[in-house]
């Protein structure tokens, strides 16, 4: 299969599981214990019918939509991943680049392998910073200051992973940064030597959001042990809050799933909250963030901007989502196996395939712009929250 070949999520999957280690493969693939939420966040959608009105006249459709103050071209954005030089060397700079050309956000991760001034002076599409909250107060605050400085528009605050998932599938090959692979592991890297040789030849690996307090060059420090160790499981309500107002700027929590902690990220001052559950990576048997969705924006949805990831694979899984009232949709594994199977020009091709089936399905539901787009062209198999089926 060559990227021409490439129509949608699980051909680019596909290519990218042809093209990668399996310890590496595995790592993006994954999720948490038997994966259960993993294959729940796709199927929530499959519960959920389209009802499209005909003879509407669209022949033009405006997919723009605002969220915490950012002006997109499209209803999605590209969320914040670690390790992204892993599957190929171009990375964040490929994620951003094309991002940049479809007029959409795009987030570095703490945990990024391309420092955020970088890519920040190369782009001008609006930039989400993603951290976790560190056991270092002064960690925190040297984090924001530097996103701050950089021109980051929107800082974003994970809060579903005060310690690392359950992620069985690397605990079988021993993958982990720095490498400690087991036999299984080093055979199936064996069996892709042109990975091998890309990632030798190009700069080396890095994590320049994190080189001044972690050394993993040298085997001090692992992923694993970054999260055990210098991540805070007793963060409260009250650090984040005085976080919000100490960056005194568009803020967003991601990994909200109650309704009571999305009433929480209002009270004390976020202008966004990401529905997520971290791609089934964390908690196994949670909620997916799309069954939630209706009953946090019946919550809260006319005081912040709700924004849901996890499971989109197609451009009707974003329509059911605006429908139901999310302001934008992220995506990760969506773009991640594109940059993995052809880099730059994967991440483009899979970013203009979501936009065309978007905006094929916006037609077809006779929408011309996202804000028509309400919950009378969805009915639901059995409520979610609310009195609409």
């Known amino acids: 299969m060559r990227l021409k070949q490439c129509h949608n999520f699980h051909d680019y999957r596909e290519l990218a599981r042809r093209r990668l280690p399996g310890p590496i493969f595995n790592y993006i693939d994954g999720g948490a214990d038997d994966e259960v939420t993993l294959r729940k966040n796709t199927a929530s959608f499959e519960r959920c019918d389209l009802v499209p009105k005909v003879l509407r006249g669209v022949a033009e459709v405006d997919l723009s939509v605002k969220v915490m103050g950012q002006k997109l071209d499209l209803p999605f954005y590209c969320s914040p991943t670690a390790l992204q030089r892993l599957f190929h060397h171009q990375g964040e700079r490929a994620v951003a680049a094309a991002a940049e050309r479809y007029g959409t956000m795009f987030g570095v991760s703490s945990l990024g392998t391309v420092s955020l001034e970088e890519l920040r002076r190369k782009h001008k599409t609006p930039q989400v910073y993603q951290f976790y909250f560190h056991k270092d107060r002064g960690l925190n605050r040297a984090m924001m200051q530097r996103a ?96 919000v107002a100490e960056w005194g700027g568009p803020f967003c929590l991601k990994g909200i799933i109650s309704v009571e902690d999305a009433r929480r990220a209002v009270d004390i001052g976020c202008q966004g909250i990401v529905l997520s559950n971290h791609g089934g990576r964390q908690l196994d048997g949670t909620r997916t963030p799309f069954d939630q969705l209706a009953e946090i924006v019946d919550a809260v949805g006319d005081r912040i901007d709700v924004m849901m990831d996890s499971g989109i694979q197609r451009g009707t899984h974003v329509l059911k989502a605006l429908a139901l009232g999310a302001k934008a949709v992220g995506i990760g594994r969506y773009y991640l196996f594109p940059l993995a199977a052809a880099g730059q020009a994967g991440v483009e091709r899979a970013l203009g395939n979501l936009r065309d089936e978007i905006e094929r399905g916006m037609k077809l539901m006779g929408c011309a712009s996202v804000s028509e787009l309400t919950r009378e062209d969805v009915r639901y198999e059995v409520s979610v929250g609310s009195d609409w089926r």
Do not use: C
């Not at 080189?211 to 650090?239: A, Q």
């Open 148 to 243: 701050k400085e950089a021109g980051v528009e929107v800082m974003m605050l994970t809060v579903d992973s005060s310690t690392g998932g359950n992620r069985e599938r690397d605990l079988r090959t021993g993958f982990s940064i720095p490498m400690r692979l087991t036999l299984a592991g080093m055979a199936q890297f064996a069996m892709k030597p042109m990975w091998g040789i890309n990632y030798v030849t190009h700069p080396r690996f890095a994590l320049p959001q994190l080189d001044e307090h972690v050394d993993m060059g040298k085997g001090t420090m692992s992923i694993g042990r970054y999260f055990t160790e210098m991540l805070d499981p007793s963060m409260t309500w009250n650090d984040v809050s005085g976080m």
